[in-house]
C-alpha cells in the first residue's frame, strides 16, 4: 500500500470517525419506512404493480425534471432495457468504460453484444471524451448506416459511461462526440442519483439512463 493510499484512508477514518470496516453503502430506514414496507406487504402487491411503485415512478420524474421514469427490477434489467431502447443488437459493440461494476457490462453481455473498454478522466472517474474521440478516430468509420468497427466490420451502437462514486461523466464533450459519430448516449447514474451535471440531474441528458 502506497503512501497516498494510506492517506486516502485515513482521511475517511478520520472522517467517520472510526477504525472499523467502512462499507461503500449502507442501507439507513428512517421515518415511516417500516409502515410504508407493512402497508405494501398486507396490500399484496409486492412485485411488479402496486401504488407505492406509481408513486416512486412519479416523484423520481419530478424530482430529477426527467421526460419520465420506470420502475425496474435492478440496475442491470435498467441498462438492459435501456440499450434495447437504443437499438443495440447482438454482435454489436458498445463502448464503455474500463472503471466500472460488472453490471454495465453485464448488461451489455445480456442483448448479446461486446463491450469496448476505454480510459476514465482522472478529473470525474468517468469516461474520458479525449480516450472517446481518438479510439473511434483510429478504429471506425461512418458509413450510410451507422458508425463502423473497421476491423470487425461490426456496428458500434452506443457509449455508455457511468457516473462512478456519482462524479458526473464530461456529458457535453462525451454527447457531441456521439452526435458527430452517430451513436447513442446511456448513462448509468446507477451511483449518481441527486448528482447534477451544469444544472441537470446526471440521467436526464443521455439518450437513455438507469
Not at 416523484?59 to 421526460?67: L, R
Not at 448488461?107 to 474520458?128: K, N, T, W, Y
Not at 462525451?174 to 447513442?184: F, R
Amino acid at each position: 500500500m502506497n503512501n497516498e493510499h494510506t492517506k486516502f484512508i485515513n482521511f475517511e477514518r478520520d472522517l467517520y470517525q472510526t477504525s472499523d470496516y467502512i462499507p461503500l453503502h449502507a442501507p439507513q430506514f428512517n421515518g415511516n419506512d417500516i409502515e410504508y414496507v407493512t402497508d405494501a406487504i398486507k396490500s399484496t402487491f409486492v412485485s411488479s404493480v402496486g401504488s407505492y411503485v406509481d408513486d416512486f415512478e412519479a416523484e423520481i420524474q419530478e424530482y430529477t425534471q426527467s421526460n419520465g421514469a420506470v420502475a425496474m427490477v435492478n440496475g442491470t434489467a435498467a441498462l438492459n432495457i435501456s440499450l434495447h431502447m437504443a437499438g443495440v443488437q447482438k454482435d454489436d459493440f458498445v463502448i464503455t468504460q474500463a472503471l466500472t461494476f460488472v453490471a454495465t457490462c453485464n448488461a451489455i453481455a445480456h442483448i448479446g453484444a461486446s463491450p469496448i473498454f476505454l480510459d476514465v478522466s482522472m478529473q470525474s472517474l468517468s469516461l474520458c471524451p479525449n480516450s472517446l474521440e481518438v479510439f473511434l478516430q483510429e478504429n471506425a468509420i461512418l458509413d450510410e448506416l451507422g458508425c463502423l468497427h473497421k476491423l470487425t466490420q461490426r456496428r458500434i451502437r452506443a457509449v455508455l459511461p457511468m457516473h462512478t462514486f456519482g462524479h458526473p461523466a464530461k456529458l457535453d464533450e462525451i454527447n457531441d462526440i456521439c452526435i458527430k459519430w452517430n451513436l447513442k448516449l446511456i448513462e448509468d447514474a446507477a451511483e449518481s442519483l441527486g448528482s447534477k451535471y451544469k444544472g441537470k440531474h446526471t440521467g436526464t441528458i443521455g439518450n437513455f439512463s438507469a
